[in-house]
């Protein structure tokens, strides 16, 4: 089945850096790409997602890129901000005809003033 | 409601005893999903439901685990005969359809067992 890889586990940056977490999956016909961003105690919240037919998509200080060929697809912050600190999980969906999520195991995001 | 709602936020329990998590989609979407999360870990993908029916039911981790929705609307997911381990925040989630669109979540069910 699909499997969804993401590094790092914990990410540290100075405020007005740019952070950059990396996903890999396993199922070439996976064609729906999401980012949920998880404060502490809450609900995941949607930022950004992308679809198999496009490269790269742009949500203000967001981005997300996607290479089909080698099954990758990254989130880039700039200019981060404390607020921008939480978990982000990445998720892959419509492999092999069911659409579930499968979910990457997160990375601890720690913008420092 | 405009957005995901479940209930109880939070429901303490005994070992052994049977535990009720309910789920109010966003009015109008089809699809509805079920996770478990872990403290400190990821979403771990249970079942989801187009529907009334539940395409992929996959990630139940044993038979004392079901679910079910009705009327296209809300879901009902059952744990029996509880154990320490299924302690975690159950989360759910609905989307306008089932093909790759965007989930929201609701602020999920904490459940302990004790």
């Known amino acids: 089945g699909e499997n969804v890889e993401q590094h790092p586990s914990t990410l540290s940056v100075q405020e007005g850096d740019s952070a950059v977490i990396k996903c890999t999956y396993s199922?070439?016909?996976?064609?729906?790409f999401p980012w949920y961003k998880q404060e502490l105690g809450k609900r995941p919240q949607l930022i950004i997602d992308?679809?198999?037919?496009?490269g790269e998509k742009k949500d203000q200080r967001i981005a997300v890129t996607l290479n089909k060929t080698a099954k990758h697809f990254s989130l880039h912050i700039t200019e981060t901000q404390p607020e921008d600190s939480a978990v982000y999980f990445c998720?892959?969906?419509?492999?092999?005809?069911?659409?579930?999520?499968?979910f990457g195991t997160g990375t601890r995001l720690k913008v420092l003033a | 409601g405009a957005g995901v709602s479940q209930s109880p936020s939070n429901k303490v329990t005994e070992k052994g005893k049977d535990v009720e998590l309910r789920c109010d989609p966003i009015?109008?979407?089809?699809?509805l999903y079920w996770y478990r999360q872990s403290l400190g870990q990821g979403l771990e993908f249970l079942i989801y439901?187009?529907?009334?029916?539940?395409?992929?039911k996959s990630g139940l981790p044993s038979d004392r685990f079901s679910a079910e929705r009705t009327g296209g609307s809300v879901s009902t997911l059952t744990i029996q005969r509880t154990q320490q381990e299924d302690s975690a925040v159950y989360l759910c989630?609905?989307?306008?359809?089932?093909?790759?669109?965007?989930?929201?979540f609701g602020d999920g069910t904490r459940l302990s067992i004790l």
């Open positions: 998720a892959a969906s419509g492999a092999s005809g069911t659409y579930k999520y499968i």
């Open positions: 199922d070439s016909a996976s064609n729906y």
């Open positions: 009015s109008g979407h089809t699809a």
């Open positions: 439901f187009q529907g009334n029916s539940a395409p992929d």
């Open positions: 989630a609905s989307s306008q359809q089932v093909s790759n669109q965007p989930q929201h």
């Open positions: 992308i679809r198999s037919n496009v």
